[in-house]
């Protein structure tokens, strides 16, 4: 079999179009998947994966352009097993010297699927009213004071002032909540924009009128935000505060994950956290505050961080259970573990507007997990 038709046949399985003769071949498969005993090690098994993926498969065109080292295992959907799950896998052969293949394992097929997250919303106005942004129609859905609120195309909320501000004393606020499935723009009154991802909630005031701009978050978000030296904008999330005058930056800041990270992509952010400590971050930082223990700054992968917005999943030796949060978020779906949850990590890189299985398959074809869905649930299976 050419890689050529290996790589027909695959994509057919993720679909589910394969005869049982075809899938059959198609797990008989090893070829340039495997390596000797000897090559063991973790960072020299995934450079020759890379290395002969790379040398044989035709580079789609849309992740090429997005992100060039990553795009040979978007394109085939093939998930490169990181450290462990390499070492897992390896741990569980009958005799040390068989070479470690790399092929794709039996995986059951999925009879379920579930769809990706839209652009959806939920606005709640200042007088307790709420407005479902995906059923609303486009152009003005409210208006506050001197500021006006319009939905402009899908998945956009953009808030205008007039060209005289009204000078009021009291703060008037909305909230703009994300359902998990869910995602959603939006535009503040200073031209500062906000990219909500699933599961995320923010308030701000419908009129910056103090001398901070200052918004409260829960979840994560990317901004880009519009300078303005006299008045410094200033993200409020669970124990910190980002504080910027005009930067781009991504914060992440759920209540299920163990720490909140602040990464910086342009410009320059003070990170707080309630006792006073503060760090400063630069280009291509990450600010990791982990409660009581204070503030971490780490070199940032931007593209890793950045995926979501893109429109991907990026895995760069992530915990399986991490991985499983984002899938439970995106998708609307509960997760439940059987048999534990053993210490996997993964890497590659899938389009987020696959449906479920797709991303599930990936997973399953390292032969380290394997999946079951029913009723809006995910049932992990070590």
């Known amino acids: 079999m050419t890689k050529e038709e290996y790589l027909d046949l695959y994509e057919r399985s993720l679909k589910g179009d394969c005869s049982p003769e075809e899938l059959a071949r198609l797990q008989q498969y090893e070829d340039?998947?495997?390596?000797?005993?000897?090559?063991?090690?973790?960072?020299?098994?995934?450079?020759?994966?890379?290395?002969?993926?790379?040398?044989?498969?035709?580079?789609?065109?849309?992740?090429?352009?997005?992100?060039?080292?990553?795009?040979?295992?978007?394109?085939v959907a093939v998930l490169l097993v990181a450290a462990s799950g390499f070492l897992y896998f390896n741990g569980h052969l009958s005799q040390r010297n068989k070479p470690l293949a790399v092929a794709v394992e039996k995986t059951p097929v999925l009879k379920q699927d579930i769809p990706p997250g839209t652009n959806k919303a939920v606005l709640i106005l200042a007088d307790?009213?709420?407005?479902e942004?995906?059923?609303a129609t486009e152009g003005q859905i409210a208006a506050q004071g001197n500021t006006t609120v319009n939905k402009s195309g899908n998945g956009q909320l953009i808030y205008q002032l007039a060209d005289k501000p009204q000078t009021t004393s009291l703060a008037v606020f909305n909230t703009l909540a994300v359902p998990r499935g869910g995602q959603y723009n939006l535009t503040l009154p200073d031209g500062s924009k906000i990219w909500l991802n699933a599961a995320s909630k923010i308030r701000f005031p419908i009129q910056f009128t103090d001398k901070e701009r200052m918004v409260?978050?829960?979840?994560?978000a990317y901004f880009e935000v519009a300078h303005n030296p006299q008045q410094p904008f200033?993200?409020?999330?669970?124990?910190?505060?980002?504080?910027?005058?005009?930067t781009h930056f991504n914060v992440m800041a759920y209540t299920d994950e163990a720490t909140i990270n602040t990464t910086l992509l342009e410009g320059k952010v003070r990170?707080?956290?309630?006792?006073?400590?503060?760090?400063?971050?630069?280009?291509?930082?990450?600010?990791v505050f982990t409660g009581n223990k204070g503030f971490k700054v780490n070199k940032a992968d931007i593209e890793q961080v950045m995926s979501w917005k893109n429109g991907y999943f990026i895995f760069n030796d992530e915990d399986l259970t991490s991985i499983m949060r984002k899938i439970s978020r995106w998708y609307n779906v509960d997760i439940e573990y059987s048999g534990g949850t053993k210490k996997l990590s993964f890497a590659g890189s899938i389009s987020r507007f696959k449906n479920v299985t797709e991303v599930l398959n990936m997973l399953a074809l390292t032969g380290t997990v394997q999946f079951k869905?029913?009723?809006?649930?995910?049932?992990?299976i070590h």
Not at 64 to 74: G, I, L
Not at 128 to 131: I, L, M, N
Not at 234 to 246: P, T, W
Request: charged content about 30%; glycine content about 8%.
């Open 133 to 135: 942004l995906n059923k």
């Open 234 to 246: 200033i993200v409020k999330v669970k124990g910190m505060q980002v504080e910027v005058l005009g």
């Open 271 to 287: 990170l707080r956290n309630d006792r006073a400590a503060e760090v400063i971050l630069n280009p291509g930082q990450e600010g």
């Open 373 to 380: 869905i029913e009723a809006g649930k995910i049932t992990v």
């Open 216 to 220: 409260e978050l829960e979840g994560e």
């Open 128 to 131: 307790g009213s709420e407005v």
């Open 32 to 75: 340039d998947f495997c390596f000797s005993d000897e090559t063991h090690s973790d960072e020299i098994l995934k450079e020759k994966i890379y290395n002969r993926l790379s040398a044989s498969i035709a580079q789609e065109e849309n992740v090429k352009r997005m992100f060039p080292w990553k795009a040979v295992a978007a394109a």
